[in-house]
T-cell receptor, first 115, second 112 residues
Framework: EPEVTQTPSHQVTQMGQEVILRCVPISNHLYFYWYRQILGQKVEFLVS????????KSEIFDDQFSVERPDGSNFTLKIRSTKLEDSAMYFC?????????????FGEGSRLTVL | DAKTTQPPSMDCAEGRAANLPCNHS???????VYWYRQIHSQGPQYIIH???NNETNEMASLIITEDRKSSTLILPHATLRDTAVYYCIVRVLGSNDYKLSFGAGTTVTVRA
């Protein structure tokens, strides 16, 4: 069964450092997403991406965050200057076309720890 | 998207049916009911969705009331591996964006 893969599974970084989280969505999917979950809290929407541009973003997704689909297969989330409060599990997801079930397929997540 | 209300937690005995309620009294006519679950900080996993008819798949059944203001997810024979947080989400299908908004969900603990 096709799946969304994310790397790294866990990254530890120092405050102020740049971090890039990588995702390989399911190959024929058109919509891509990043979510995050701070330990013990809800899964929060960050950003959605369609047709090579951001289609929607939450207030969490400020200028420190950016997304890119550099090569037609990978989908990345960059945090320019990490803060302690960026420590969370980051989930990538993808979904197909408008005519499908609208199901989002999530990866297993990348745990980011900012020290 | 309409908001949903779910009980914060429930227990279920292994092998028994688990019935998870969800209230979505402000749902609009073009909003579907989706259920996802999250097993111990893994990525959320799709379970089932429906508009107004009852739905069944290999994982669960979804019962939607006639007025669509509430629904019940049924896990017919709960196993220990069904211990998870279950999210009921309502949203429009067919728009340009499939963003999901997760609430707190129901933490289901299946006990042996």
């Amino acid at each position: 069964e096709p799946e969304v893969t994310q790397t790294p599974s866990h990254q530890v970084t120092q405050m102020g450092q740049e971090v890039i989280l990588r995702c390989v969505p399911i190959s024929n999917h058109l919509y891509f997403y990043w979510y995050r979950q701070i330990l013990g809290q809800k899964v929060e929407f960050l950003v959605s991406f369609y047709n090579n541009e951001i289609s929607e973003k939450s207030e969490i997704f400020d200028d420190q965050f950016s997304v890119e689909r550099p090569d037609g297969s990978n989908f990345t989330l960059k945090i320019r200057s990490t803060k302690l409060e960026d420590s969370a599990m980051y989930f990538c997801a993808s979904s197909g076309s408008r005519t499908d079930t609208g199901e989002l397929f999530f990866g297993e997540g990348s745990r980011l720890t900012v020290l | 998207d309409a908001k949903t209300t779910q009980p914060p937690s429930m227990d279920c005995a292994e092998g028994r049916a688990a019935n998870l309620p969800c209230n979505h009294s402000t749902i609009s006519g073009n909003e579907y009911v989706y259920w996802y679950r999250q097993i111990h900080s893994q990525g959320p996993q799709y379970i089932i969705h429906g508009l107004k008819n009852n739905e069944t798949n290999e994982m669960a059944s979804l019962i939607i009331t006639e007025d669509r203001k509430s629904s019940t997810l049924i896990l017919p024979h709960a196993t220990l591996r069904d211990t998870a947080v279950y999210y009921c989400i309502v949203r429009v299908l067919g728009s340009n964006d499939y963003k999901l908004s997760f609430g707190a969900g129901t933490t289901v603990t299946v006990r042996a």
